[in-house]
């Protein structure tokens, strides 16, 4: 009789032991360029409540804006075996090579925004380009095709920032040839260094018509550098993203508008496309899957369209 418990007692330890085998934790790394972000923070929830009550363990880390830490951070993961990693990368071409390292060792990697120049996993992406155009044309045509505008650009290697640019760039040129770009300066992603790169723009074009700035955090530094300027009425600011402070001080009708996607749902989207890696229901193909969430124009006008619980 205690044999027979002793043998059932076994099995049971067995079975556990078997299970916890077969559901071992899966792990999965967030490196986006920062985490003080509004966009890097909708994408860090929108991943996390995708993840939840998957048998997985998350770490984010924080790569303050420098490839080189992001680079070094890659390679922790790399080595600490995480099983898939979602970046963003701040420099397309230096993290390539990151991305070659861990895709060589079957980690999956998923970019978010900015691509990277090997094939990978897949690019989770804003319409960039697209998004950009959409800017152009709605600037243009608030300037009835005439007038100075200015860019407020990315770092060089953010190819995220450099296809907005270009789709902006590309609506003036084929859809208003008479609007000129009077300026066009890196403000590193950054508030403060817009400010200071709108002060500059105000003092050389004493007609600065309209400002497109590539991102949300740079059009709020641009729009105040153009109140403290009492300039605010005259120039049609525009960003690029749509985080909650951007639509905010556009329904107060301080900035024009922004080209607004929902980031909750993009870093959801990535997640499940790293979750569906891991358990086979996608497979790596020879190219790098692209999947583009689109963008909404979001003025005045528009933006109540923006419910609440989409608002990051």
């Known amino acids: 009789m205690a044999t027979k418990k002793w043998i059932a007692t076994a099995l049971a330890v067995c079975g556990l032991a078997c299970g916890v085998a077969q559901a071992q934790t899966m792990k999965i790394g967030y490196l986006p360029s920062t985490v003080g972000q509004a966009l890097t923070q909708a994408w860090k929830t929108g991943i996390e409540n995708t993840l939840k009550g998957q048998n997985v363990s998350f770490q984010a880390l924080d790569a303050q804006m420098k490839a080189e830490i992001q680079v070094t951070m890659m390679d922790d993961f790399i080595n600490q075996g995480y099983n898939a990693i979602i970046l963003q990368p701040i420099d397309a071409a230096a993290l390539t090579a990151s991305v ?8 999956p990697v998923i970019t978010l925004n900015t691509d990277t120049k090997l ?3 897949a690019c989770v992406t804003m319409d960039d380009e697209g998004a ?3 800017v ?4 243009g045509k608030a300037l009835s095709g ?7 650009q990315s770092p060089p290697g953010a190819q995220a920032g450099v296809e907005r640019e270009k789709g902006f760039r590309a609506a ?3 859809l208003f040839p008479e609007i000129k770009i009077v300026g066009a300066q890196n403000g590193q992603w950054n508030k403060d260094k817009a400010i200071e790169i709108m002060n500059s723009f105000l003092q050389v074009n004493k007609d600065l018509d309209a400002v497109f700035a590539v991102n949300d955090n740079m059009a709020e530094g641009a729009m105040i550098a153009a109140e403290s300027a009492g300039r605010l009425n005259k120039v049609k600011i525009w960003g690029f993203n749509g985080q909650k402070s951007t639509l905010t001080l556009i329904e107060q009708g301080k900035i024009t508008g922004t080209a607004y996607t929902n980031a909750y749902n993009q870093g959801a989207t990535a997640a499940k496309y790293a979750l569906d890696m891991l358990s086979g229901a996608k497979k790596k193909g020879d190219k790098t899957e692209i ?3 689109p963008p909404f124009a ?3 006008d528009t933006v109540a369209q923006i419910k609440p619980e989409e608002r990051w």
């Open 298 to 300: 979001a003025t005045k």
């Open 100 to 107: 070659k390292k861990a895709e060589g060792k079957g980690i």
């Open 132 to 134: 950009g155009y959409l």
């Open 119 to 121: 094939p990978h996993a």
């Open 172 to 174: 003036m040129a084929k």
């Open 291 to 293: 999947v583009t969430v």
């Open 136 to 139: 152009g044309e709605q600037i």
């Open 146 to 152: 005439k007038g100075n505008v200015a860019i407020i």
